[in-house]
């Protein structure tokens, strides 16, 4: 296990105030906003105290977590999840995104599970979980992190980020 984080104390200054407290787990910053600030990060797959936290990228950007949040509200989840159940293509793909992302937090550290996280690979569970995929890894990996990514495109990214809204 590589539990260093890898954060300057700028970054972690700027995390904190963006979630209101000190970050739990930081690792890196995995994606930044187009002001530069962080948008989202990577988090130890266990806490300092040894509890097992299995989301590795976490939504840190207030304005766009906020966005998200409306996203879910309207009911795109329910939607996602309704397109999942039916279109094999789809699923397989989230599928993909699922064992891309538990690889990735077993590369730094195995918890002994297939659980990642956003109700992956069977779900649609919480849309910030896969938007911090999404913009962590880059396109074409989580299919639903990129088609919230793109409902956001007249929205976000744009504009500075860095104060909690």
Request: proline content about 7%; overall charge negative; some cysteine.
């Amino acid at each position: 296990m590589n539990g260093e984080a890898n954060v300057d104390e700028q970054d972690l200054a700027i995390v904190a105030e963006q979630l209101g407290r000190v970050p739990r787990g930081m690792r890196a910053i995995a994606a930044r906003c187009p002001s530069g600030h962080p948008s989202v990060v990577q988090t130890n797959p266990r806490l300092e105290d040894g509890t097992p936290f299995p989301t590795l990228y976490y939504l840190t950007c207030p304005r766009l977590t906020g966005q998200v949040s409306r996203l879910e509200s309207e009911g795109v989840m329910r939607e996602m999840q309704d397109r999942l159940a039916e279109d094999e293509e789809l699923a397989a793909a989230y599928l993909r995104a699922h064992e891309s992302y538990l690889a990735e937090r077993d590369a730094i550290e195995s918890l002994g599970t297939k659980v990642t996280a956003g109700g992956m690979p069977d779900r649609v569970k919480c849309l910030h979980v896969h938007v911090g995929h999404a913009l962590a890894v880059g396109p074409g990996v989580n299919p639903f992190g990129d088609e919230a990514l793109g409902l956001l495109a007249d929205v976000w990214p744009s504009g500075d980020c860095a104060a909690r809204t």
